[in-house]
């Protein structure tokens, strides 16, 4: 009995993966912490709204903007913060790419995406 009931609870564990139970965050099954590290090309103009974006930097976040949500948890991310990046800066970076499908006016916690 024992091993039906473990090898019944395997299974509903298995099913609930399957299914994305806990694939539900902001950026999928991927954390933004670890989307954080995808945007290195991007820690100067995360820093210092009068550094240049890189073409790399903006190539990865018009790919991060296609889901603001995530786009927004990346830059707010402890990875991000611990960087050196300022949310209020890291804000500006779709702008400052000139990406005319970016969400403006999304909020990022405290911060509008301008």
Do not use: W
């Amino acid at each position: 009995m024992k091993h039906i009931i473990l090898s019944a609870l395997v299974i509903v564990v298995c099913i609930a993966e399957f299914h994305g139970v806990n694939a539900g965050g902001e950026c999928g099954r991927a954390s933004p912490e670890r989307e954080a590290f995808k945007l290195a090309p991007c820690a100067m103009a995360a820093e210092d709204e009068n550094a240049s974006v890189s073409d790399r930097c903006c190539a990865r976040i018009k790919q991060l903007g296609q889901n603001p949500s995530c786009l927004c948890a990346v830059m707010l991310s402890h990875t991000a913060r611990s960087a050196g990046a300022k949310p209020e800066v890291a804000v500006t970076i779709p702008k400052r790419c000139n990406l005319a499908d970016r969400p403006v006016g999304y909020k990022c916690g405290d911060y509008t995406l301008p």
